[in-house]
C-alpha cells in the first residue's frame, strides 16, 4: 500500500483537468459541504481541549516531532518540512517527488486538513537574488508563494497537539508552469481547520526552492573554488617520553576518534576524495600529529597538561590511534594527488593572525615567527603529503579582515588573503555578483568569498530537512549567479568554517556535485585568483573600528601573546647553552606557535592550559641547570674559598655558562671574579672563589648563571646565601695591635714634650715635638691593604655525584652551614660537546 493510503486511505494522485484554486487557495465545490462540518467541529472543540494528546504523546496514527519553529501562532499552528526533494534540479516532462512531515504546534487539534503543492505566481525564474532572499525571509502563509494545485494532495488524519505526520507528494513538472531556466519558488502548505478556529485556512507552509535547467540558456558557466579545510586543535605537547626512541606525547587523544571512520577528519578526507577541483586546506601540525601517532605515542592524563612537568609512566598513557593515524594519511595521500586539486599550506598550527595584528604587533618576535612558520608549513605538507603546495595563503580568523590584519599578513608574506565577503560589501550600485579575486594594494591580492553561499554551511547540517534547504538555496543562488550575467564568466569562492562538519562536509559536496557541469565550473583556487579583477567590485581595506566586535571578543589578549613572546626568549637563553640544541629548539618552537593557534578561538580554556603547560616545561628544563638552595657558608680568616657547585640535571652536557659571585659588601668581603664552565650530563660542577674578608660578621651573597659570548644574559633565578666570617688570622691582629701602641707611645710622648715646654705648643703645628724618629722605628707606617680590583685567581672543580661538595649537601641537594677552605687548586672542566646529530624530539629532566 502507499504511503498515503496507509496514513489516510485516500490516494494522493494528479487529477487533470481540474480548474486551479483562486489565489486565496480555496476550492468552491468543497465550500458547502466544509460549512456544514463547522458546526460539528465546533461542537466537538470543548471536548477536544481536555481529550487532546499533550505535546510528547505518541497517540495512533501519528508520530510526534519537536514544534519548535518561532513563527507559529494560533492562526498558523503548523510547522511544515520539506525533508527531501526527487531530484534536486528538474527538467522539462520530468517528475518530482517531495517528502516532509507535518507537525502540530498549536494548542488545538487539527481537523480536515491536507497537503498541497502551490504552483509559482509567475512562469518566470527567480534571477536576482533579492528575490531568493524574499522567498527565504517570509515566514507565514501569503498570496506570494502562488496558488494550490487541486492535485496531487495528501488528506492528513485529525493531529492533536503535538502530533506529526509525514507526507509524500509527486508532481509532473509541466504542472509548475516553467519558463526558462532558472531556479524556482517551491511550496508545500497544509490546508484545513482547527477544534479551536472551524474557518478553513492555511495553517502553515514550507519553502524552498526548485532549480529547472531546460538547457536553453547557453550561459558561461560560473568557475567555483572551495575552500576544504583540515584543521584541528593543537594536541601535540612540548614533552616527548624517555625510551630508546623518542616518544611523542598528546594532550589527549580525541584524533584517534577522528581520523577513524565515522570521526570528522576521516569523512572529510573520505568525502573530498570524490569532488572534483578541489583547494585543501591543511594545518601542517595536524600532519605532523598525524605521522606521529603512526608510531608508539602516548597521552597526558586528564588535569596534568598543565603541570609542565616531564612526561614519565606516571603522568602518561599509551596513544591508541596509530592504525587509524596511518589509515588515514594514507588516503589523504590519494585524495591530494587526485588531478585537478590543489594544496594550500596554512602556516603552521595555524597561528590566530587577527588576534596578533590586534595585540601583539609591537611584540618583536610575533613577525619573526609568523615566517618561519609559513616556511616550516611548507616544508612539512610537501613532505608529509609529496605534493606541490602554496603557503603564501593567509586565511584570518573567518575570513575577517581589515587594515592590520592585512599589513600584518604581507609582512609574514601572504601575498594572497582569504576574505569573508561581509568584510567587503559589493556597493549597492552592482546589480550583479563580481568575480572573487580583488587587488587591495601593494601586491597583495584578496579572494572574497561569497558570504550568502559560505554561511549556508556554517551552522547545524545534521538532519534531513536543514540538509534539503541547503542544498536547494546552494543551487539557486550559484544558478541566479550565473544567469545574472550569463555571457561574463565570473568566479565564485566558498570558504566554510574551519571546522566544517562531517554533515556539512557531505550537503556542500553533494550540492556540487548536483550543478558541477550544469552552471558551474568546480576549479582550484588558482584558476579564480588568476582571473581579471572587476574595477566596479570593493577593494577597499576597512579599518580597525569595523572589524566585527563578536570577533574581537574571543581573540587571545596581549597578556597570553606577550607570555608567548617571553617563552620565545627564555628558549634562546637555554638554546645557547645546550651542546645539542636541536632535541628542544624543535619542539618548542613548534609548541610556541601551537600557542597562538586560531583554533583556541573555540576552545579558550584549552588553550591557556597548553601555553602553561609549555611555559611551566620549559622552567623545568631551565632550572634543571642551577646551583642548588644555600643558607650559610662559614668562613674561617680573613682568605679563604668559596665553594659553590652547579648541578646539571638534564641528559646532555651544556656549555657557554659562567658562575657570578656578587658581595653585597664588598668593602667587608671580597671574592675572585667570575669563571666559565663546562656541566657534564646529570653531574655537578664546584668552582672554588678565593674570598678576602676584613670584618666579622655575615656578608649577603648573590651566586649568578650568565651566558657567555656576545650579549650575555642571566641564566635562571640567583642564589642567594649569606658568608659568615667567623675569625680573623693573628696576624691580622698582631698589625691592629701593633698600630694601637704606637698610637699609645706618640700620644704620650706628645704630652711629655708639652710639659717641659710649660705647656706651649710649637711654632709650627705640624712639625713633630722632640726628635725625629729613626727611619724604619716604631713609627712606621702599616702597611697598605691588597687591591680589591686585583683578586686572587679561582677555579672549578668537577664533583661526581657520589662525592658533591661546594654549596650542596652530602645528598646533591644543597646545604646549610659549610666551611669554605682550601686553596686555589683546579681540575678539568668536564666534558665537551659530544656532537651526535641527534633528530630527538627534546630533552628530558634526568634523575
Known amino acids: 500500500m502507499s504511503e498515503p493510503d496507509r496514513h489516510s486511505g485516500l490516494e494522493a494522485h494528479r487529477q487533470p483537468g481540474r480548474a486551479e484554486r483562486p489565489s486565496d487557495g480555496r476550492h468552491p465545490a468543497r465550500r458547502a459541504r466544509r460549512a456544514g462540518l463547522r458546526l460539528a467541529a465546533a461542537c466537538a472543540a470543548a471536548l477536544t481541549l481536555f481529550t487532546a494528546a499533550p505535546a510528547g504523546a505518541l497517540p495512533a496514527g501519528g508520530n510526534v516531532r519537536p514544534a519548535a519553529d518561532a513563527t507559529v501562532t494560533a492562526e498558523y499552528p503548523v510547522v511544515m518540512t520539506i525533508d527531501a526533494l526527487s531530484p534536486q534540479v528538474v527538467t522539462p516532462n520530468g517528475t518530482v517527488t517531495i517528502t516532509g512531515h507535518v507537525t502540530n504546534a498549536g494548542r488545538s487539534a487539527i481537523k480536515g486538513a491536507h497537503v498541497a503543492v502551490r504552483k509559482p505566481v509567475s512562469n518566470k525564474p527567480l534571477d536576482r537574488r533579492s528575490d531568493l532572499a524574499g522567498v527565504a525571509g517570509r515566514s507565514t502563509p501569503s498570496d506570494r508563494d502562488g496558488i494550490e494545485l487541486d492535485s496531487p494532495q495528501y488528506a492528513l488524519p485529525e493531529l492533536n497537539p503535538g502530533q506529526s505526520q509525514t507526507y509524500t507528494l509527486s508532481v509532473a513538472v509541466g504542472d509548475f508552469g516553467f519558463g526558462a531556466s532558472g531556479a524556482y519558488e517551491l511550496a508545500v502548505d497544509a490546508w484545513g481547520s482547527t477544534a479551536d478556529n472551524p474557518r478553513d485556512r492555511a495553517l502553515g507552509i514550507a519553502r524552498t526552492f526548485l532549480p529547472y535547467n531546460a538547457g536553453d540558456s547557453g550561459a558561461q558557466q560560473t568557475k567555483v573554488a572551495t575552500i576544504w579545510p583540515l584543521v584541528h586543535g593543537p594536541v601535540m605537547a612540548a614533552q616527548t617520553a624517555a625510551d ?15 581520523f577513524a571512520p565515522g570521526g570528522r577528519l576521516y569523512e572529510l578526507v573520505d568525502t573530498g576524495a570524490k569532488l572534483n577541483g578541489l583547494t585543501w586546506v591543511i594545518d601542517p601540525d595536524l600532519l605532523d600529529t598525524a605521522l606521529a601517532m603512526t608510531k608508539p605515542y602516548r597521552v597526558q592524563k586528564p588535569n596534568t597538561e598543565a603541570s609542565g612537568k616531564s612526561a614519565k609512566d606516571d603522568n602518561t598513557v599509551p596513544g591508541t590511534g596509530g592504525a587509524a593515524a596511518t589509515a588515514w594519511l594514507d588516503k589523504l595521500r590519494a585524495a591530494v594527488a587526485k588531478q585537478g586539486a590543489q594544496v594550500v599550506a596554512l602556516p603552521y598550527a595555524d597561528p590566530d593572525l587577527a588576534s596578533i595584528a590586534h595585540n601583539g604587533s609591537d611584540l618583536a618576535g610575533m613577525t619573526t615567527a609568523l615566517s618561519k612558520a609559513a616556511t616550516a608549513g611548507r616544508l612539512t605538507v610537501e613532505g608529509r603529503l609529496a605534493v606541490d603546495t602554496r603557503s603564501d ?21 601572504s601575498g594572497l588573503v582569504l576574505v569573508n565577503g561581509e568584510s567587503m560589501p559589493e556597493p549597492d550600485s552592482l546589480n550583479y555578483t563580481p568575480t572573487a579575486v580583488r587587488q587591495i594594494g601593494n601586491g597583495q591580492n584578496a579572494v572574497v568569498a561569497d558570504p550568502t553561499v559560505s554561511a549556508l554551511f556554517d551552522r547545524d547540517l545534521s538532519g534531513q530537512q536543514a540538509q534539503t534547504d541547503t542544498t536547494q538555496r546552494f543551487l539557486a543562488e550559484t544558478f541566479a549567479i550565473t544567469h545574472e550575467q550569463p555571457q561574463n564568466q565570473r568566479g565564485l569562492l566558498i570558504m566554510p568554517p574551519r571546522e566544517l562538519s562531517a554533515a556539512a562536509a557531505k550537503t556542500l559536496a553533494n550540492a556540487l556535485q548536483t550543478a558541477d557541469g550544469k552552471w558551474i565550473s568546480s576549479v582550484k583556487l588558482d584558476a579564480v585568483t588568476q582571473s581579471s579583477p572587476d574595477p566596479k567590485a570593493n577593494a577597499g581595506v576597512p579599518a580597525p573600528t569595523d572589524y566585527p566586535t563578536q570577533a574581537r571578543s574571543s581573540e587571545l589578549p596581549a597578556d597570553d601573546l606577550s607570555g608567548t613572546d617571553e617563552i620565545q626568549s627564555d628558549l634562546d637563553t637555554l638554546m645557547r647553552v645546550l651542546t645539542l640544541p636541536q632535541r628542544v629548539r624543535g619542539p618548542f618552537s613548534a609548541a610556541m606557535v601551537r600557542s597562538l593557534s586560531t583554533e583556541w578561538r573555540g576552545e579558550p580554556a584549552a588553550g591557556s592550559t597548553y601555553r602553561a603547560g609549555v611555559k611551566g616545561y620549559l622552567n623545568e628544563l631551565t ?5 642548588p638552595h644555600k643558607n650559610v657558608v662559614t668562613l674561617a680568616g680573613n682568605t679563604g674559598v668559596l665553594q659553590v657547585s652547579v648541578r646539571n640535571d638534564l641528559t646532555q652536557p651544556v656549555t657557554n655558562l659562567k658562575l657570578v ?3 653585597a659588601q664588598p668593602n667587608r668581603l671580597r671574592v675572585g671574579k667570575e669563571e666559565e664552565l663546562v656541566l657534564p650530563a646529570s653531574q655537578s660542577v664546584t668552582l672554588r672563589f678565593n674570598a678576602e674578608a676584613r670584618n666579622n660578621g655575615e656578608v649577603a651573597m648573590t651566586a649568578q648563571l650568565w651566558t ?9 633565578e640567583p642564589q642567594r646565601f649569606q658568608v659568615k666570617v667567623t675569625s680573623v688570622t693573628n696576624g691580622v691582629l698582631y698589625v691592629f695591635a701593633g698600630g694601637g701602641v704606637l698610637l699609645l707611645l706618640a700620644a704620650l710622648r706628645f704630652v711629655r714634650q708639652r710639659r717641659r715646654r710649660g705647656g706651649q705648643p710649637h711654632e709650627d703645628g705640624d712639625q713633630p715635638v722632640g726628635d725625629a724618629p729613626a727611619a724604619g722605628g716604631a713609627a712606621a707606617e702599616e702597611p697598605a691593604p691588597a687591591d680589591p680590583e686585583q683578586p686572587p685567581a679561582a677555579g672549578p672543580a668537577t664533583d661526581s655525584p657520589e662525592d658533591p661538595a661546594g654549596v650542596r649537601a652530602p645528598d646533591g641537594t644543597g646545604g646549610t652551614d659549610d666551611t669554605a677552605g682550601g686553596g686555589p687548586a683546579r681540575t678539568p672542566r668536564g666534558s665537551s660537546p659530544d656532537g651526535r646529530d641527534r633528530t630527538a624530539s627534546d630533552e628530558k629532566v634526568g634523575p
Open 623 to 627: 632550572n634543571a641547570v642551577q646551583v
Open 393 to 413: 595563503v593567509a586565511w584570518p580568523y573567518q575570513g575577517y579582515l581589515d587594515q592590520q590584519i592585512a599589513a600584518l599578513a604581507q609582512q609574514a608574506g
Open 661 to 663: 659571585l656578587t658581595s
Open 244 to 258: 630508546d626512541q623518542t616518544v611523542s606525547v598528546l594532550r589527549d587523544d580525541s584524533l584517534a576518534t577522528e
Open 708 to 716: 657567555t659570548g656576545p650579549d650575555s644574559r642571566p641564566y635562571g
